[in-house]
């Protein structure tokens, strides 16, 4: 009986680069669930966000050799791409609706079909956003789901943009702190 080979995203993304079909397959797998749960959350509509995550696999087949990694983690990698290409949908007004913040929580991306390996980083991930004040739980979702500036998320919760900022970086040094402990 043969073993499974055990996923890699260092040797998928490689193989990605290097134009092998079996790479990106690899990285479809182990990452889509993922980017599908970001992008319907940020999108709000189904089709959209299959379509944006479609788009998102077929620019990294074509940009995989770009990756650094150095940089970031595959993973955050491949978020960050998602990210852009969901806001790019959303500015162009190709996505006509988002979802309340009140209806979907950060700990809510995620469908039941989430890849096991990405389990642990969530629940760790998810506790620490837990902890953060409301407010400050509340303008990370502003910035990173609806892709708000600071002056737009100061003018939503009434508070000034210097200070929306400052909160914003605070949210996210508390995480990367926690993070690594």
Known sequence: MADTP???DKAAIE???RGDADGIAALYEAYSPLLFGVAQR????RTLAEEVVRDVFLEIWTKASNYDPS??????WLLMHLRQRA???????????????????????LGDDEAPSLTPDR??????????????????QLAY?????????????????????????????????????
């Not at 789901?145 to 002056?151: D, V």
């Not at 003018?155 to 926690?178: D, F, G, M, Y």
């Open 6 to 8: 055990v996923y890699d």
């Open 15 to 17: 193989a990605a680069g």
């Open 42 to 45: 940020i999108l709000g509509d």
């Open 71 to 76: 940089g970031c983690d595959v993973r955050v």
């Open 87 to 109: 806001l790019e949908r959303l500015r162009t007004g190709k996505a006509s609706k988002m979802v309340s913040m009140e209806d979907t929580q950060i700990s809510y991306v």
């Open 123 to 140: 629940e760790q991930i998810q506790r620490i956003i837990d902890l953060l004040p409301p407010k400050q739980r509340n303008m990370l």
């Open 145 to 181: 789901f609806e892709g708000l500036t600071s002056e737009k998320i100061g003018a939503r919760t009434k508070v000034p943009t210097t200070r929306v900022a400052s909160e914003i970086a605070n949210s996210l040094q508390t995480i990367r702190e926690s993070f690594d402990r």
